[in-house]
């Protein structure tokens, strides 16, 4: 009746979820004790019992053999049982005849003092056969030997075994409630809004909620609401978007070069970054009587060759890549390859290089009268890519047709305004860091309704007594391996501006890839922005695409090195390798930046349109903002608008 009135007084009073997890931790917790204590006392006693039985047999054995060679006097009998019953914790040692008679017998009939209470010697008292051996008289049976062993001795040694045993696991189990206690205490305090949501969730009711002010909690609220806010973006505009990713290659279909109108793209990009100071060259190369040779061979001897032409001049650029950072090869027409060069400042000896390299693909069609002739000019400061292109071409159609390789280099080299050697150049960049000569940039990202994103850092020198912004001193400064000094400078130059009151808006700074690859510099830099929270807190750092691809192994410890601190990790000049980042959910990214190439011209490349369709896509699923770079153009920006953009940087 009693336990009747407790379970309707149960059910009727309202029992937290703290107490039921209480009282189920505890069970757990006494069973486990409870279990552990009886199985490992049970365990010993089968052990202590299996112990003494071996022993009665083995000591049995051993006396009957040694009886077996006496006289069998009885006195010599009496004797030799007395001395192995008085020196081993026997309890019985009896020796009869065949016929079931008392020959010799000791038996023990005291009481051991021991502390083992009654109740633990009647539960767990030790029964264990005794050992049995027979006695010979030469070929006849003498007797039959007994022998048991005291158990009150391993009783006792059970016993504190099981004193041992308890107090241990009760200590165990005391810790456990503390420790349990304490989980308890963070873990339930926000637990009511995270369910009730997450059973909002299941049933499609993507609501948001408050977010507590427990860290781990706030945090999983904070993912639950972009989880929300994302699927119902999704939802509510599934209609409008294609999800969809289509990748049609900007390429040639025959050689994999890049396309006419994808390099002309590449080259306004590279001519806006030539505003402040050119640093590049253009080669044309051209397969003068290509028409002719269809006529002379089949379509797939021609596709050999074009494949074969396009193949020797990756190699030229692969044997000469210390004349330059960066090359861009195209196929622009049927007969027409252009190679753009960044930060080279000798193409005549590239052009002499490449003549040999053609001389030796002519030997390989001697059947065939080729004429391959090229033109190379420097990039000017103020060049269009009309310009450009017509100087080159112009160059080109004053070679005269003969078969074999021809050059034709533009002399219009532009002297630099301000040094003429990489030692110059090295001695200005370090004496300005030296000094803080410095000063900082900013570039806004917003978004197409006018909301500030971000803003993105960038760091100007004083050389010669002038304020020059990056893209003067860049080229200059990765040849001579001082960039992760720059990006040092910009970090020291960003917290005396911000330490003291950080800014409202995130702030973008961007690391080299010589930063990155050198432990030392970016573990200094994370280190020194460790010291200031609130300011980490506000910076998102800006990684080139081409090196999480390369070094994902590296991006991926710093992406996770990054999110300890409190900062954030952007990705830049983001374009067709975005797709091969493996796992890329996994570094919480803030946000991509498309390269400018992409950007130029979008609203009438339906093929680039489709491509970034699928990266907006693919990076709006898991909460990553997609901007575009150098894009100016309102009809470019309506159709990033139209392709799901989050914003622009108008640089």
Known sequence: MASFSLSKYLKKRKITLRQELWIALLIVIF????????????????????????????????????ISQLDKDPVELELLVSATFDTG?????????????????????????????????????????????????????????????????????????????????????????IVSAYFLSRILKPLDDVVYQANAFGDKRFIKSSVPRTFEFARLVQSMNQLSTRFSRIIKEDSKRLEELRFKSQHDELTGLANREYFGATL???????????????????????DKMSEQISRVEMVNFLRRFSQVLIEFLESNEAHFSENYIARISHNDFTVLFSDTDDIELLSKKVVRLHESFIEEYKNIELAIPHSCTYIQKNDTRFDVLKRADELLKSADNKPG?????????????????????????????????????????????????????GLSLELGGQIYRASYYYQWANR????????????????????????????????????????????????????????????????????????????????????????????????????????????GLEMIKVDSVYGHNISYSQDNQTFLRGVCTLAHSIGIKVVAQGVTSQDDIDTLINLGFDGVIKE
């Open 31 to 66: 069973v486990g004790f409870i279990s552990s204590v009886l199985i490992s006392t049970n365990s010993a006693k089968s052990y202590f019992s299996t112990q003494l039985y071996l022993k009665n047999v083995d000591n049995a054995s051993s006396l009957a053999l040694m």
């Open 480 to 587: 001579l391996k001082l960039l992760a000094r720059l990006d040092w400078g910009l970090i020291k130059a960003l917290v005396a501006q911000y330490s003291i009151e950080p800014p409202s808006e995130l702030i973008s700074v961007e690391l080299s890839a010589q930063t990155l690859l050198d432990d030392a510099a970016l573990a200094s830099i994370l280190t020194y922005l460790s010291a200031f929270p609130d300011l980490a807190s506000k910076i998102c750092f800006d990684i080139r695409e081409s090196i999480a691809v390369s070094e994902i192994k590296i991006f991926k410890g710093f992406c996770e090195d990054v999110r300890c601190m409190g900062a954030k990790v952007a990705l830049k000049r983001v374009g067709p390798e975005f797709t091969k980042i493996e796992k890329i959910q996994e570094f």
């Open 405 to 457: 390789v021809q050059a034709k280099v533009s002399d219009n080299k532009q002297k630099s305004e301000l040094f003429d050697d990489a030692t110059s150049w090295q001695n200005a960049i370090e004496e300005a860091l030296d000094k803080k000569a410095l000063e900082i940039n900013t570039y806004p990202v917003t978004s197409f309704t006018g909301q500030l994103m971000q803003n993105q850092l």
């Open 268 to 290: 306004e990009a590279h001519l806006q970054k030539s505003k402040d100071h050119a640093h590049g060259a253009l080669f044309l190369f051209r397969v003068v009587n290509l």
């Open 89 to 177: 914790h026997y309890k019985r040692i009896e020796l009869q005849n065949p016929n079931g008679e008392v020959i010799v017998k000791r038996t023990f009939t005291d009481e051991l003092k021991a502390t083992a209470p009654k109740w633990f010697r009647a539960m767990y008292g030790l029964n264990v056969q005794p050992g049995v051996g027979q006695v010979n008289n030469g070929w006849q049976q003498f007797g039959t030997l007994f022998i048991e062993s005291h158990s009150q001795y391993a009783e006792q040694a059970l016993w504190e075994s099981a004193l041992k045993l308890f107090f241990s696991f009760l200590i165990v189990a005391f810790f456990a409630c």
